[in-house]
């Protein structure tokens, strides 16, 4: 293929050691830039990047993830790339995953944006994969009642019916890991630099999903060290909570024509 990729990964206060095998395995991939936007207060692991492929961005004024993605993306755009990896820096992958993603999207004009099936260090499937929230739903997720009526609701909301074995059209991907095609990005726009920290990659694929295919691809897949910080700290709790009253700002409390039929339409796939 003869195109350009690029990939971006944005730091707060990691070590290097948390991030080397990541890096090795992007450099030995088909990426011909990595972009590392390294929020923290000091620039502590420049020392250890010593590849032409990467381009280290110290950036200690931390506007938050999306914003600090779009520094990388922009860099991409001027580099000419065709697509762009957004990587979490808690990812890894044990073999060259991007280039079967990479070569789906030259091969298919009308996807923007792939992402892979994720799953746990146990092998464990992280069900990101999502239908367009509710605001019920989002409050029903995160108090994570054990009763039947959650149990269903849960299964329908992350599509856990649906086969591994099949691509398929979904509204929300992960901004743990996934491909998105730059042309698609210069059509929509980048993130939304008002989320600082969730919701924002929701937003950016919803807007994506207008014009093109968002897919869950799960031919592929990568680990992911999930935190679920909102949960653990009331710092994050608010800023989740911030960000989710902007989203359905932006999109709709209760009244949301679009998220009904894209819901329906993402099902019927399933079934």
């Known amino acids: 293929m003869n195109v350009k990729i690029t990939s971006s990964i944005v730091l707060y206060n990691h070590s290097f050691n948390e991030i080397q ?7 030995k991939s088909c990426v011909q830039k990595l972009y590392i936007i390294d929020n923290s207060e000091y620039n502590s692991i420049e020392l250890f990047l010593n590849s032409d492929v990467i381009i280290y961005i110290h950036n200690p004024s931390n506007p938050g993830f999306g914003s600090s993605h779009n520094i990388a993306v922009k860099k991409a755009i001027e ?3 065709f697509a762009h990896f957004i990587v979490n820096p808690d990812i890894y992958f044990k073999q060259d ?8 999207m030259v091969n298919n004009d009308n996807v923007g944006m792939i992402m892979p099936q994720v799953l746990n260090y146990d092998d464990t499937v992280q069900y990101l994969p999502k239908l367009l929230p509710t605001p019920f739903g989002i409050l029903i997720r995160k108090l994570n009642l054990p009763f039947r009526y959650f149990t269903k609701f849960i299964n329908k909301y992350e599509l856990r019916s649906a086969s591994n074995n099949i691509v398929y059209n979904i509204p929300i991907i992960s901004g743990c890991f996934n491909l998105m095609r730059i042309n698609a990005v210069k059509e929509v726009g980048f993130y939304d630099d008002k989320f600082f920290m969730y919701f924002e990659d929701w937003d950016l694929s919803r807007r994506i999903n207008q014009k093109y295919k968002t897919l869950y691809y799960p031919l592929v897949s990568v680990y992911h060290g999930y935190d679920s910080g909102a949960n653990k700290s009331f710092k994050l709790f608010k800023i989740f909570v911030k960000s989710a009253v902007y989203y359905f700002n932006k999109w709709g409390w209760f009244f949301d024509v679009d998220r009904d039929q894209i819901n329906k339409k993402t099902l019927l796939q399933i079934k």
């Open 97 to 104: 995953i991007l280039f079967p993603m990479v070569e789906y």
């Open 21 to 27: 095998l990541l890096i090795e395995s992007i450099i």
């Open 79 to 81: 580099f000419g790339s």
